[in-house]
Structures are given as C-alpha cells and as structure tokens.
C-alpha cells in the first residue's frame, strides 16, 4: 500500500532551505520552548499521567511558518489549538520579546494547516488594527489640547465672583497707570 504524506508549502521550503535556516531553526526552537510552558488552569485536567500538559500539546501541534514585519504566523494542526493560542497570546508575546529581542516580534497570526493564508492579510488586517489604535488616541490627544488651549485663551467661563474680582483688578491697574 502505498502512503502519500501531503507537506505543507512552508515545511517544504523550511527542508530545501529556501528560509534562512539558522534564523528559522532558532525561531522554531524559542516557540517551542516558549509554547511548552504554558501550563493550563487548574480547571482543566492536567493532573492524569496520560495527559501532557497544554503547553507541551500546543508546541507539538503548532508550527512557525513566517516571520514578516514583527508579525509571526503560526501553523495549527486544529482550529481548536488556535483557540488556546490566543487564550495565552500575550504570555507567548513577552516570552518570545524576552527570548529573541532583535527580531521584534510585536504580534501573531494563525493559520488552520492547509489553508492558504499567509502574512499579507494578517499584516493588512493587524496594520488597520494598529491604525485604528493609534486615530483614537490622536482623537483622544486632540480633544485634550483643545480644551487646555480654550483654558489658556480665555475662552471658558469664571466663576461671577472670581471674573468681578478680575475686573476690579483690572481697573484698579488702569487707574494706577493713567495717575
């Protein structure tokens, strides 16, 4: 009988080479050690000697597929290891940053393995995210010197008491000065 093992593209280029290697073997290396610590909450059951423990499964059923503009897409064996990938996005994030800091990796993208999706459209749609963070806060920032601006112009109202006794200072300097 003969067997027929279907590769992904990006396995096939990671075995002719056509990545960087040494990059990419340090990168698969850090995710695995990154992914395999994570260790789930006490409500799920980790607890039998049958069962790894979530971070070793994850590693095991997830790949590094490319690196593009600080965005790593990961290769997932199931839409459900995706899922806990998420859940333990931003403690994957800090261990990669703090395992391999020049390459700044500033977020991740997944992929179910055999579907077709790659870094451009995660970039495209991680780069509107990060554009719609960014017009919020200048919206935010603009708001804010607006009214410190109108505070210094002079264009908000005092309190009566607090205007009448500028008016009289006012008007005591003006007399000083005309004498």
Do not use: C
């Given at each position: 009988?003969?067997?027929?093992?279907i590769?992904s593209?990006?396995?096939?280029m990671?075995n002719?080479?056509?990545f960087?290697?040494?990059?990419s073997?340090?990168?698969?290396?850090t995710?695995?050690?990154v992914?395999s610590?994570?260790h789930s909450?006490?409500?799920?059951?980790?607890?039998?000697?049958r069962r790894?423990p979530?971070?070793?499964?994850?590693?095991?059923?997830?790949?590094v597929?490319?690196?593009?503009?600080?965005?790593?897409?990961?290769?997932?064996?199931?839409?459900?290891?995706?899922?806990?990938?998420?859940?333990?996005?931003?403690?994957?994030?800090?261990?990669?940053?703090?395992?391999l800091?020049d390459?700044?990796?500033?977020?991740?993208?997944?992929?179910?393995?055999?579907?077709?999706?790659?870094?451009?459209?995660?970039?495209?749609?991680e780069?509107?995210?990060?554009?719609?963070?960014?017009e919020?806060?200048?919206?935010?920032?603009?708001?804010?010197?607006?009214?410190?601006?109108?505070?210094?112009?002079?264009?908000?109202?005092?309190?009566p008491?607090?205007?009448?006794?500028?008016?009289?200072l006012?008007?005591?300097?003006?007399t000083?000065?005309?004498?």
């Amino acid at each position: 009988m003969n067997e027929h093992k279907i590769f992904s593209s990006a396995d096939m280029m990671m075995n002719f080479g056509l990545f960087n290697s040494l990059e990419s073997d340090k990168i698969t290396t850090t995710w695995k050690k990154v992914v395999s610590k994570i260790h789930s909450n006490k409500y799920e059951s980790e607890d039998s000697e049958r069962r790894m423990p979530i971070g070793e499964r994850l590693a095991g059923n997830t790949r590094v597929i490319d690196l593009k503009n600080g965005v790593l897409l990961i290769e997932a064996d199931h839409s459900g290891w995706i899922q806990y990938l998420r859940f333990y996005k931003n403690f994957i994030l800090r261990g990669l940053k703090q395992e391999l800091p020049d390459l700044k990796i500033n977020s991740l993208a997944f992929r179910v393995r055999g579907t077709v999706a790659n870094l451009s459209n995660a970039y495209e749609d991680e780069l509107e995210k990060q554009n719609q963070k960014m017009e919020e806060k200048m919206n935010r920032m603009e708001k804010e010197l607006n009214v410190n601006v109108e505070k210094k112009s002079g264009n908000f109202e005092l309190p009566p008491e607090i205007q009448q006794k500028f008016e009289n200072l006012k008007k005591s300097m003006l007399t000083n000065i005309e004498k």
